[in-house]
């Protein structure tokens, strides 16, 4: 197999599920980790990995989870937000958007979409925030997206409620080119997503509304966030790891704006 050929001398396993169990023994690698909480979920999955670390990937957040599966490879860190050093490309097509789209005025960034529906929110709400921003907040409003049809096809009813333009700039960036972009916002506005963690990377201010997943889990750690979930009126100051699912319609027009005015009130904001 091509993964044997490989010649791997360890694998990590951060999923611990039945695909990736197989994978990690048919690597041929020696050394083969996974946490340890398998051995109670699966005990024949278990017999496929020969170290195991105390860890719960239930009871911690993602990014503690994962540098904890490192530590028998003498990899000892801090779980800090992620930092991106961006290649010059990316920064110079960021910089002509802004030039030549944007014409430098101060901008939001609003990410409504995913490839998981679960995790929509109402398009007229979106574009009541996005018309909040450009009117209040005198924000630019730029839309940013994958090109999935599912999410297209949301980012279109997003486009049909609002009375003014917008920069849409859905399925148009790689990754690296909208952190770049994101770098230079006064404001992210997402779901759980992609950009969140990218405007995390880059010290950013942000809104963010969390419904089919835990914050507990994915929230950006260090940067500034204002993290809304279910019908809390304001943004979330305690986490914990057993939560219920939550709609996204609980979160209400009037918390995501007032958290975008807190947000932009903050002092990173300004400091682009």
Known sequence: MEIRRGGLDCVVDLTRNDRSAWLTFLSGAQQRIVSDRLKIKSKIRARLYNEFVDCAMKQMHTADYYLALLRPLGISAAANDPVLDLPSVAQQRAAAVIADHIHHQPFAVFHPGSARVEKFWEPERWAKIIEFAANELAL????????????????????????????????????????ALLEHARLLVTIDSAPMHLASAMGRPQVILFGPTNPFHWRPQKSPAAILFGESPEPLRHFHAREAKR?????STA???DAMRLMVSAPAASAV
């Open 255 to 257: 918390a995501v704006i």
């Open 140 to 179: 630019f409003p730029v839309l940013s997206g994958g090109g999935n049809e599912v999410e297209r096809a949301h980012l279109a009813a997003v486009r049909q409620q609002l009375h003014r333009p917008v920069l849409d700039l859905s399925g148009q960036l790689d990754l690296l080119t909208l952190a």
């Open 247 to 251: 709609p996204m319609r609980q979160i």
